[in-house]
């Protein structure tokens, strides 16, 4: 075997199982097996006592003897129950499955050993499912040290590829004495670091004897790992400001002067104006700006953007700002064009429901230059939008926009317009490090003065009384009220009922008042009706989905209220809060959740209540995310998940790849000295697998 022989080819797996491992994993050869990395370790070198045991334990070791058993229940909670005991206490073993297999095997008063997860079922504590076997020198030795767990899916598990059979099959192909495992690494970057050979960390990361090898071996895979999406940005940043020059806007005009002494409604923040400062050096360098700026909800991004756009029209250029969603598109382009109306400007919105004649005047104006600002959605990348010097674009709340769509702003122009990516998600260092390596990025780090934090508190659903009364005196005091649903689209329908059911028990509760709906399956022109009705204050409670997740601006809304708080994530309970908190009143976040939920959902509601600050929830997101955990990584834009680096814990070894790929590039830029061609290899490898982490900008 080598790296490149078909996954198919391992004893044991065939054609069947290969189909499946390539479906579902994308695992072709043996190679790609090797880079499944474990994502943890359960340490099977001591033997615990049975009252050494809780139920918050991960996986344990036991040994002992069963001394009694029994079938007990009916029907579907038909079990059978193994009471077991190292000689001082005891520990129930059931099984839901197999009984019958199971009872047949099993013999009383013979020695065992037995591995699991201890729970708690009542006042006893138990392991479901155990593996046991009897315990004999050969299992003994067979189990010793630190047993991999490897990501499976349902699909890989009914195909008799759960972790257990991938790590069988990852001893088999490294006890091929045939394989040969290259080296990924320039020699004296090894040596530099003192890291791991190759060939020595795969062998470690999945077979480790003990603690310290094993953490050696994952240092070395975390810095290549990290090490090549690093150079793989970096290089193609330094080619990029090669291949283009960046429009120069070499004077600050009448537009900006105006608008800031005869327009500002008010005095700027400060950070606001370091971040203004920051962009005019950027477009009058002659480089093309790329720039990420972040700003916690409700910082005043919006502003910024507009004086960015002034700064293009000063220049004789035009500009463009893009929102992910319809109703921001429209929002941003109301507030811009009246506080543009004094200096006659020409605003238009585009997004997918302009009329058709008046998507064909914009688009001729906008080809011939008579408009200045555009606002609009996705609808402003389609290929019949042509600009005629299109000199700045902004992105707001770029999470929501695919790379590939952000890539097409770059057809626009033969040269490419000055971009400023705005994101009220604060991102951790090493993230932005990793997602926009090679974005400059500014920080609004100061809210405007005089706003409140936003209190927040967590409920259980037994407490909706308690709650109702808090939402009608709020009423009473002339507020509105947002209460937002999940909507996770493989159940849609059933969510749909959620908010619907939510919708009819507020009409319920609360006749004198006006309840509205909105959800994203609603015809535009109903959706924007009710949205009317709560923005002109004629409608006290909404009642929605996240679909006003993003910049809706409500400064009279002090409540909100999240519903199956449990069922979204940190940043998106952060965007949501900050929904409310814009006007001058003290305004309130409830999280309501069911009272069955796990630690974790529990302490992420916990970190809601504690903290309004952007940044600290991004960082403790990070950290409560395991490295295996893919949804959350497509959730903070990863465009694929690390194999094995973590972005929370690993910020050193990130920070010293990114600094040897920086020198090494510097050094040499083309990669054209012989010991730097295995680096080219590599980078093509990465390129194959459709990283190309270059482009996320
Ligand atoms: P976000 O950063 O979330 O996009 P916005 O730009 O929508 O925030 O601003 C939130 C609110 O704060 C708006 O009502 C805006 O008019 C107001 N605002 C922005 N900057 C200032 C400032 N310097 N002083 C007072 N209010 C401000
Ligand atoms: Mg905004």
């Known amino acids: 075997m080598n790296l490149s022989t078909s996954i198919e080819y391992v004893p044991g797996i ?81 099984w839901f499955k197999g009984l019958r297999f199971v009872e047949e095997k099993l013999r009383l008063n013979t020695m065992y050993i037995v591995f699991g997860k201890p729970s708690r079922f009542g006042d006893r504590l138990n392991i479901a499912h ?26 890989m598990k009914n195909n008799f590829l759960a972790s257990n059979a991938i790590r069988k099959f990852v001893c088999t192909i490294l006890s091929d004495r045939d394989l040969f495992i290259p080296e990924t690494l320039p020699e004296d970057i090894v040596r530099q670091f003192a890291l791991m050979p190759k060939a020595e960390a795969v062998r470690c990361v999945h077979c480790p004897v003990n603690g310290e090898q094993l953490s050696a071996a994952r240092r070395r895979l975390k810095f290549e790992e990290l090490f090549y999406i690093q150079l793989s940005i970096i290089r193609q940043t330094k080619l ?84 992910p969603t319809e109703i921001l598109a429209t929002q941003h382009y109301q507030s811009i064009a009246e506080m543009v109306r004094p200096l006659g400007i020409d605003v238009r919105l585009l997004t997918g429901s302009t009329k058709k004649r008046d998507r064909e005047e914009t688009a001729s104006a906008l080809e011939e230059g008579r408009l200045q600002i555009i606002i609009g959605t996705h609808a402003l990348i389609e290929d019949t939008v042509k600009f005629h010097n299109l ?105 749909l ?71 979204f994530g940190l940043s998106q309970l952060h965007q949501l809060r900050g929904r409310v908190g814009r006007g001058g009143e003290q305004s309130y976040c409830i999280l309501m959740s069911s009272y069955k939920i796990a630690d974790d959902t529990r302490r992420r509601l916990q970190i809601m209540t504690e903290t309004n600050d952007g940044f600290q929830i991004a960082e403790a997101d990070l950290n409560l995310r395991g490295p295996g955990d893919i949804e959350g990584t497509v959730q903070s834009g990863l465009p694929f998940a690390l194999r094995i680096a973590n972005l929370a814990t690993d910020g050193r070894i990130l920070q010293a790849a990114r600094t040897v790929a920086k020198d090494l590039l510097d050094d040499d830029p083309e990669l054209s000295k012989p010991e730097h061609e295995i680096l080219v290899r590599q980078l093509e490898l990465l390129k194959r697998d459709k990283i190309n982490w270059g482009v996320i900008s």
């Open 130 to 155: 155990p593996e046991i076997e009897p315990l004999n020198e050969a299992n003994i030795e067979k189990n010793s040290g630190l047993q991999p767990f490897y990501n499976t899916t349902e699909k």
């Open 497 to 567: 009922k959620n908010l619907e059911t939510g919708y009819a028990a507020m009409r319920e509760v609360f006749p004198q008042y006006v309840t509205v709906m909105v959800h994203g399956k609603m015809k535009p022109a109903d959706k924007d009706a009710a949205m009317a009705r709560f923005v002109f204050g004629e409608a006290q409670i909404m009642v929605a989905t996240t679909v006003i997740e993003v910049g809706v601006n409500v400064p009279n809304a002090t409540v909100m209220v999240i519903e199956s708080a449990e069922r």
């Open 391 to 495: 000199g700045m674009v902004i992105i707001d709340e770029q999470h929501r926009f695919g790379v590939a769509q952000r890539a097409r702003l770059w057809t626009k122009n033969v040269v490419p317009p000055h971009i400023l990516v705005m994101t009220a998600t604060p991102i951790p260092r090493t993230l932005a490090m990793t997602i926009y390596g090679d974005l400059d990025v500014s920080v609004i780090d100061e809210l405007p003065p005089g706003r409140k934090p936003i209190a927040t508190y967590h409920y259980f659903d037994n407490s909706r009384a308690s709650l109702n009364r808090f939402i009608q005196s709020q009423i009473e005091q002339g507020r509105q009220v947002y209460v937002v649903y999940p909507l996770i689209q493989e159940s849609e329908k059933l969510d």
């Open 240 to 323: 990029r400001e090669q291949k283009y020059k960046g429009f120069v806007f070499p004077v600050i005009g009448d537009y900006f002067n105006r608008f800031y002494r005869e327009c500002l409604p008010f005095e700027l923040t400060g950070a606001q104006k370091r971040v203004l400062r920051e962009i005019r050096a950027d477009v009058g360098s002659g480089r093309q700006m790329n720039r990420l700026l972040q700003g916690d909800v409700g910082s005043g991004k919006t502003i910024v953007a507009l004086m960015c756009c002034l700064m293009a029209i000063d220049n004789g250029f035009q500009a463009a700002i893009m929102a």
């Open 14 to 94: 065939g054609p069947k199982k290969a189909a499946v491992l390539i479906g579902e994993m994308s695992v072709r050869t043996v190679g790609d097996l090797l880079s499944c990395y474990p994502y943890k370790y359960v340490d099977r070198s001591r033997f615990y006592m049975i009252s050494e045991c809780t139920d918050t334990m991960s996986y344990i070791q036991l040994r002992g003897k069963i001394v009694r058993m029994e079938k007990r229940g009916e029907g579907r909670s038909l079990r059978l129950v193994a009471v077991f005991t190292d000689g001082r206490s005891f520990i129930d073993l059931v």
